[in-house]
């Protein structure tokens, strides 16, 4: 029976879906950094603050963009200068605050939620209606699949 070589990097699922994340990633930042002034980090807070139906906490906004505490503590930090955000006291815990968007911070996020659907669809104008249901398809499938073998691992 012939043995199978080990792939290489670059053949690896995890890779090759890193690197297209990376290149979608790369050109959103380049057009709301010369748009809207605002990082990607930036403009994820914003939009996850956006799309809440309710203030969150910064715990909740740094799970929800998948970083830790303290990098979205600097991230608040800046564009609650920039008076984009708004912070209140947590009512149901003392020492926790609510972040919101301003004024300001809805009108960029306006702004910032129109351009990325016009980026959406352009990228997902280059697929066949039939690929795109295939595509979803996959991705759910594959985030399934992640979430059972982290489950798996923490089990260990």
């Not at 403009?43 to 963009?65: I, K, Y």
Request: charged share 30%.
């Amino acid at each position: 029976m012939l043995q199978r070589a080990a792939p290489t990097i670059r053949e690896l699922l995890s890779y090759r879906v890193h690197r297209v994340a990376n290149l979608l990633s790369r050109g959103a930042e380049m057009r709301y950094r010369r748009e809207f002034g605002v990082s990607l980090l930036e403009w994820r807070t914003v939009a996850l603050l956006g799309g809440a139906p309710e203030p969150l906490s910064l715990n909740d906004l740094a799970r929800a963009a998948g970083v830790d505490k303290s990098q979205m503590s600097r991230v608040v930090s800046g564009l609650s200068a920039r008076r984009l955000l708004l912070r209140a006291a947590d009512k149901a815990d003392g020492r926790g605050v609510k972040l919101r968007l301003s004024r300001a911070g809805r009108r960029i996020y306006d702004g910032l939620i129109a351009a990325a659907a016009e980026r959406n669809d352009a990228f997902l104008g280059c697929l066949s209606a039939r690929q795109r249901a295939c595509f979803d398809t996959v991705l759910e499938k594959l985030a399934r699949e992640a979430r059972r073998f982290i489950q798996r691992e923490r089990a260990k």
